[in-house]
């Protein structure tokens, strides 16, 4: 099934992959966080798992802070460092319920959490330490950095809008543009907005700029449906991830694609052939010449047999992520 451009990592996951993320610095190492309750780091270029390090539940997301310190957390409600040249563990604090989200800031140089308990906490990497916990209406589902700016979408359709440098007040509440669960958000590499997607296959391009001159231009669409014996299926959009270089974006979602859009002329570039089973996390390397697909049952209808988890490594061109010029 995988082509010449594509390959499925070794000794993945023995359980629900939660999240896949590249190392910022070079193309040669994933973060990979699991149900099976842990964090594995590959060596993407050998295909070889070069560790793995253990949380007490399953894990639902990962970041790195450097190249040589991830972040995580899940279930447990426990944050852990681990310092990937020596194997060593560091429990930073806890949140009062599982932790959904772990994402760093560069430019505040704070790691960020969001929790099913409703808050939103900061933590200092250098000590490390927590640095200021922030209430959020409804539980928070998936949250991401845009220079300075934090953008939290939470349960209830509600999305907010952080600037990290003054956290004394919320700088926008909004409500999604979308009539259903907020899914995923993922943050433009430009600064300017953020693409948000919904349990009902749906994805909106929204921006951060409140005037009525930027905010003309914001616009949704329908993805990830597919028609089986005359019925449309609706499909939840679970992954988004941006090419760092053209600010266009992949998608995935339970039925089992990834598409790569082109926002600035609202088109489809490509879409790539069906995985096993649902696209559960996506993830551009630094420079958009790579991307992680875990493909993952997430348990849309049950605890039903499913084709096992698995991450393929697919290399991509300028043809498939690059807009085309009108």
């Known amino acids: 099934m995988t082509g010449s451009n594509e390959y499925k990592l070794n000794q993945g996951p023995e359980d629900g992959i939660s999240a896949v993320k590249f190392s910022p610095s070079t193309a040669q190492f994933l973060l990979v966080s699991s149900w099976d309750c842990t964090v594995r780091l590959y060596d993407v270029g050998g295909n070889t798992m070069r560790m793995k390090y253990q949380h007490t539940a399953p894990v639902l997301d990962c970041a790195f802070y450097d190249p040589t310190h991830s972040w995580s957390g899940g279930l447990d409600a426990q944050l852990k460092t681990h310092d990937l040249n020596t194997d060593q563990d560091t429990i930073v604090g806890t949140h009062d319920a599982p932790i959904r989200c772990v994402e760093y800031c560069p430019e505040v140089n704070v790691m960020v959490t969001g929790s099913w308990d409703r808050s939103v906490r900061l933590w200092d990497p250098r000590t490390p330490c927590n640095a200021g916990t922030f209430t959020q209406p409804e539980k928070v589902y998936t949250l991401s950095v845009a220079g300075d700016r934090l953008i939290v979408g939470t349960a209830g359709r509600r999305v907010l809008v952080w600037d990290l440098r003054n956290m004394g007040y919320v700088q926008q509440r909004r409500e999604s543009s979308l009539k259903y669960q907020t899914r995923c958000i993922r943050a433009f590499p430009n600064k300017q907005g953020y693409v948000l997607s919904s349990i009902e296959g749906r994805v909106a391009v ?121």
């Open 206 to 326: 929204e921006y951060l700029d409140p005037s009525q001159e930027v905010q003309k231009k914001k616009y949704a669409f329908k993805c990830h449906r597919l028609k089986e014996d005359g019925i449309e299926h609706v499909y939840p959009v679970n992954a988004i991830s941006f090419h760092s270089v053209h600010n266009t974006f992949a998608t995935g979602g339970s039925d089992g694609f990834v598409n790569i859009w082109d926002p600035f002329n609202k088109k489809r570039l490509c879409q790539f052939h069906r995985y096993p089973t649902s696209i559960a996390s996506l993830a551009f390397n630094n420079d958009g010449t790579m991307l992680a697909i875990a493909s993952s049952y997430m348990h849309e209808k049950g605890d039903i047999s499913h084709p096992e988890d698995a991450i393929f490594i697919r290399q991509v061109t300028d043809a498939e992520t690059k807009p085309k010029s009108t």
